[in-house]
């Protein structure tokens, strides 16, 4: 069924409902897992082209990410990380071609009412540029 399982980090609250629930899946399947948080500070967004140092909200992602991922790989699964940085969105789409998955889980929770009705959420923009199922869990 499923080999990979592209999952979308946080780094919120959000997180524990889509692991529970893809631990779950991952277990029934033998998936592998990769995690991936989307920094979106202005940093993370200009990294490269300012070519700027880590912030502390990117040393703070990495080793939150990292520590998901030795917690997994601790339970058993077979687990990768990656800390991409830019518009969630878009770097989410990139990443599920690249990462070559055939699903993506995402947690949702509406935290952004204003700039999801102006601008649709990271969940509608993602939905519409993946070409893979995608899992959504509500927080």
């Known amino acids: 069924m499923y080999k990979r399982i592209l999952v979308a980090i946080e780094h919120s609250d959000a997180d524990r409902a889509i692991l529970a629930h893809v631990e779950s899946l991952a277990k029934m399947t ?10 979106d500070g202005f940093a993370a967004r200009h990294f490269d082209d300012l070519k700027l140092r ?3 909200e ?8 990292e520590r998901l991922g030795r917690d997994l790989s601790a339970k058993g699964f077979t687990v990768e990380t990656r800390l991409l940085m830019g518009t969630p969105s878009t770097e989410l789409a990139k990443a599920v071609e690249t990462e070559k998955v055939d699903l ?9 009412f204003l700039e999801d009705i102006m601008k649709g959420s990271t969940v509608d923009r993602v939905r519409h540029l993946v070409k893979v199922p995608v899992i959504l869990v509500r927080q």
């Open 30 to 39: 033998g998936a592998a897992l990769v995690l991936v948080h989307v920094a």
């Open 104 to 112: 993506l889980a995402m947690a949702t929770h509406g935290h952004r």
């Open 54 to 56: 880590e912030s502390e």
């Open 58 to 65: 990117i040393h703070d992602d990495r080793a939150y990410l």
